[in-house]
């Protein structure tokens, strides 16, 4: 409901998009926990045979994809959201850092493009309001994208009713 107008808007669509990572919390930690074990046992192995500064690289390495792994995760904290009433459209994009960004259009005057591959499918979504072009879902796979794209196109189709 918006402060300006008392009528409840009715919600065509609503979407938070963000991007998929397959790996949990729980399996990081037993990527991290085998990667280290094995680290360690062939820093042991070396050791032995007097090559001791493989060592230290091979706790390197460990390090080196953890710092990796968590600058993953980090990204993974972006989302994108899409609301979508008779009356507007409101995108709105939250980065790693969450910074935000809120656009507010009028969906009646909203243009809907989508960028097609033969193989990939549906390669890149926009929204275009008065010249202004606002790349949505980018870090959705092909797949999440034509379903984003036939979703959003019935809920524009149905506010421009």
Known sequence: MNASNPIPETTLLFERLSPHRSLDSRG???????????????????LSLGAWPIFGFLGLDVLLVY???????RAARAFEEILVTPVRLVWRRVSPRGEEREDTMNPRWVRLETTEDELSGVTRIALTERRITRVI??????????RLAKNLAAALATAKR
């Open 28 to 46: 990081f930690g037993i990527v991290m926990g085998a990667l280290g074990v094995a680290s360690f046992i062939l820093g042991v192995v070396f």
């Open 67 to 73: 710092i990796a792994f968590r600058a993953n995760f």
């Open 137 to 146: 879902g980018s870090f959705l796979p092909p797949v999440g994208k034509e």
